[in-house]
């Protein structure tokens, strides 16, 4: 029986795009099935004092957050992997994110959506407030299943959820197996809760 794994993510976190890029390689060495969720840094930050730059991302963010929620009533959650990986490639690997690119995400979300086989009109999401509340409903399930003061990626192994994990590089292959397998071991364990070091590098996305 596959082992379920549940995925809430916001696609403009680097980190979150590595841990995601890692569960895909998972998937290829073991038998996992993942399911895909929205979440939002944006919804997380709303009412805290933030750094202006900060500020201007997360005002930013929430355009791709609500064509991910969008995409997830109107499509099913089924499409959101495909999506992720679209919009993700686009924003990470392709250097075509953040708020130096702000002008450009419109642009980004018909080729992605277009990648990913998914009606146009689902772009419009992104400057409407229509999918909010559904979008709240899903970063809520994150918060309630790993607790309050974590960010994204939130990731779900059977009944137990962590934030995290939180890696720099993709692991490949068996290796990746490996990984999730010790992440699958401490998960299993009621009574595990927090492994931390301070990162020491950047993310990297090859």
Request: glycine residues 10%; charged residues 30%; aromatic residues 10%.
């Amino acid at each position: 029986m596959a082992d379920k794994v549940t995925f809430w993510f916001d696609v403009s976190c680097p980190f979150a795009w590595i841990t995601s890029r890692w569960i895909r390689e998972v998937e290829r060495v073991r038998d996992i099935e993942v399911e895909w969720r929205p979440m939002s840094l944006s919804v997380l930050n709303e009412g805290r004092e933030l750094p202006e730059d900060y500020r201007r991302l997360m005002g930013a963010n929430w355009g791709p957050a609500r064509v991910f929620a969008a995409v997830a009533v109107e499509d099913g959650l089924d499409r959101l992997g495909a999506l992720y990986t679209e919009l993700g490639t686009r924003i990470h690997d392709q250097g075509r994110g953040g708020l130096e690119h702000i002008d450009d995400y419109p642009g980004l979300f018909a080729e992605a959506l277009a990648a990913a086989g998914l009606p146009a009109e689902r772009a419009a999401a992104a400057g409407t407030d229509a999918y909010d509340d559904r979008l709240r409903e899903f970063h809520a399930e994150a918060m309630a299943a790993v607790g309050d003061e974590v960010g994204t990626p939130v990731v779900k192994m059977g009944d137990t959820a962590f934030f995290g994990p939180v890696l720099t590089r993709i692991p490949r292959g068996e290796e990746a197996g490996r990984v999730f397998d010790g992440a699958l071991l401490l998960a299993g364990y009621p009574h595990f809760f927090e492994l931390k070091r301070s990162r020491t590098e950047r993310p990297e996305f090859d």
